[in-house]
């Protein structure tokens, strides 16, 4: 969280969006699921076909920037 005083009271706001966040929390699920590769395996399997066309172009353009 950020705050920022304005007049008397503060004004906060998260630090990171909550498209950061989601993706802090799965990293954490995946990295203490004791078997990552069959975590991601299912997830990959449970994916609609637009994730799953999201899912391949972030690893292609992952993969140029590499």
């Known amino acids: 969280m ?3 005083l304005e007049g008397k009271a503060y004004r906060y706001e998260p630090a ?3 498209a950061e966040a989601a993706a802090r929390a799965l990293r954490h699920v995946i ?3 004791g078997d990552p590769e069959a975590v991601l395996l299912r997830f990959a399997q449970s994916t ?3 994730e799953s066309v999201l899912l391949r172009e972030a ?3 992952r993969e140029l920037r590499a």
């Open 16 to 18: 990171v969006s909550r």
């Open 48 to 50: 609609t076909d637009r």
């Open 59 to 61: 690893l292609a353009n």
């Open 31 to 33: 990295a203490s699921s």
């Open 2 to 4: 950020n705050r920022e």
